[in-house]
């Protein structure tokens, strides 16, 4: 069965420094996608970057990019130049191939990042 | 719709009561998808549409929750004989991708619904 791990509750960086967030994934899938969300506190679930497995570069969405290694199973997300608006929960998730053929997401138990002036 | 709407946004119940929670998915999008998340807690796949058809519900917890979608798009997720473990956010997203098959940032996450059971 797919899954994600995220493996830090909670991260703290400074204004303007940058940050990564670790998300590991198990799978068998051959062909499978790795997805970053940012929920702020007002709950919404916002898409950040999106890797596909058979990609050959690292994705970046300006300030995002994700560290993408597959031989680790691992998609951690770097967040560049941290500014206090990016203070959320950030979830790693995974497209999982459902027994009926079609996909899901599965998502990790996310990463709280707080950035401080 | 310009994104995927949600509603209640909000809704508190007594334990026992039946709930509704209704899914606007965004214009044309083919797959719609419920999810349950806790505090603290990543979203939980519940089930999912293909058009109206019910392609998967293994995430549906028990008996209690069902959905549907009978045209093929507003859908509505119903929990009978609330418990207060049922208290959660109820998000549903939607796609354009048909088949369920996901591709870069085609899935895009309604605001969702706090579901209190008191």
């Known amino acids: 069965a797919q899954k994600i791990t995220q493996t830090q509750p909670g991260m703290f960086v400074q204004e303007k420094e940058a940050v990564t967030l670790d998300c590991t994934y198990d799978?068998?899938?051959?062909?499978?996608?790795l997805f970053w969300y940012k929920q702020p506190s007002s709950g919404e679930m916002i898409f950040l970057i999106y890797q596909g497995s058979y990609d050959e570069q690292n994705a970046t969405e300006g300030r995002y990019s994700l560290n993408f290694q597959k031989a680790r199973k691992s998609a951690n997300l770097v967040i560049s130049a941290s500014q206090l608006g990016d203070s959320a929960m950030y979830f790693c998730a995974m497209r999982a191939q459902m027994n009926t053929g079609f996909q899901k997401l599965v998502f990790g138990t996310g990463t709280r990042l707080l950035v401080s002036p | 719709g310009a994104g995927v709407s949600q509603s209640p946004r909000y809704k508190v119940t007594k334990r026992g009561q039946d709930v509704a929670l209704r899914c606007d998915p965004i214009s044309g999008h083919v797959s719609l998808y419920w999810y349950r998340q806790a505090l603290g807690q990543g979203p939980e796949f519940l089930t999912y549409f293909n058009y109206e058809a019910q392609q998967d519900k293994s995430g549906l917890p028990n008996d209690r929750f069902s959905a549907e979608r009978p045209e093929g798009s507003i859908s509505t997720l119903t929990i009978q004989r609330t418990e207060q473990r049922d208290s959660a956010m109820y998000r549903c997203a939607s796609s354009s991708d048909g088949m369920g098959r996901f591709s870069g940032n085609t899935i895009y996450f309604g605001e969702g619904s706090w579901l209190t059971v008191v």
């Open positions: 799978t068998s899938d051959q062909s499978y996608g």
